[in-house]
Nanobody, 123 residues
Framework: QAHLVESGGGLVQAGGSLRLSCTAS????????MGWFRQAPGKEREFVAA????????YYEDSVKGRFTVFRVTVENTMYLQMNSLKPEDTAVYYC????????????????WGQGTQVTVSS
């Protein structure tokens, strides 16, 4: 059973930055595409960003392009989401997830999910 552990959420003012981390087991990290999703109160979960498990190609939802950066540190088995220029509309619970390929992770067809971490951006 894979185990994804997120950390790094918190409260930040608009325009500020946060870095989320997601640590996975070695088997998942080395073979799966990994991604970030978020769910705001009363809204459906949405894709935020992902990174290929084979090529490290990043993918982003349009509203976060230029503000968020997803990257992996192999020796740590950890994926990060650097979030800059945060806006109140970025407020949500952020989840990391892992899927067998780049397509499946972007559409949320993920085999493994983390427990979520709250990000709150005040105006």
């Amino acid at each position: 059973q894979a185990h994804l552990v997120e950390s790094g959420g918190g409260l930040v003012q608009a325009g500020g930055s946060l870095r989320l981390s997601c640590t996975a087991s070695g088997r998942v990290f080395s073979t799966y595409a990994m991604g970030w999703f978020r769910q705001a109160p009363g809204k459906e979960r949405e894709f935020v960003a992902a990174i290929s498990g084979t090529t490290d190609t990043p993918y982003y939802e349009d509203s976060v392009k230029g503000r968020f950066t997803v990257f992996r540190v192999t020796v740590e088995n950890t994926m990060y989401l650097q979030m800059n220029s945060l806006k109140p509309e970025d407020t949500a619970v952020y989840y990391c997830a892992a899927a067998p390929n780049d397509y499946q992770v972007q559409v949320g067809q993920c085999d493994y999910w983390g427990q979520g971490t709250q990000v709150t951006v005040s105006s």
